[in-house]
């Protein structure tokens, strides 16, 4: 069973920068999958980005192409999400997940999730 607590959220300004970080309680997630998701108030939960276990692939929604970087490091079982010219409609409640299969963290099956954390971004 891997536990996974997600943390850096919180508020900041249109345009600013957040990192958040999803921490794993177990070494096996150095072989997982990681998807990070938002949701919004009133809004379904939606893809953000994922990363493979080795770090070398990637996927973003296309409207964070170019903000946000998702980056893992296998040695701290610790996998981030650098946020920048963050705007309003980034906030939402971001929760990061965990699978040994790439397929169903893209399609939100992920079989592990943490508790999320709060991104607001407002002036």
């Known amino acids: 069973q891997v536990q996974l607590v997600e943390f850096g959220g919180g508020l900041v300004q249109p345009g600013g920068s957040l990192r958040l970080s999803c921490a794993a309680s177990e070494r096996a997630f150095n072989t997982y999958a990681v998807g990070w998701f938002r949701q919004a108030p009133g809004k379904e939960r939606e893809f953000v980005a994922a990363?493979?276990?080795?770090?070398?692939?990637?996927h973003y929604v296309d409207t964070v192409k170019g903000r946000f970087t998702i980056s893992r490091d296998n040695a701290n079982a610790t996998v981030y999400l650098q946020m920048n010219s963050l705007k309003p409609e980034d906030t939402a409640v971001y929760y990061c997940?965990?699978?040994?299969?790439?397929?169903?963290?893209?399609?939100?099956?992920?079989?592990?999730w943490g508790q999320g954390t709060q991104v607001t971004v407002s002036s």
């Open positions: 990363i493979s276990w080795t770090g070398g692939t990637t």
């Open positions: 997940a965990a699978d040994s299969a790439t397929g169903r963290i893209l399609r939100g099956s992920g079989a592990y």
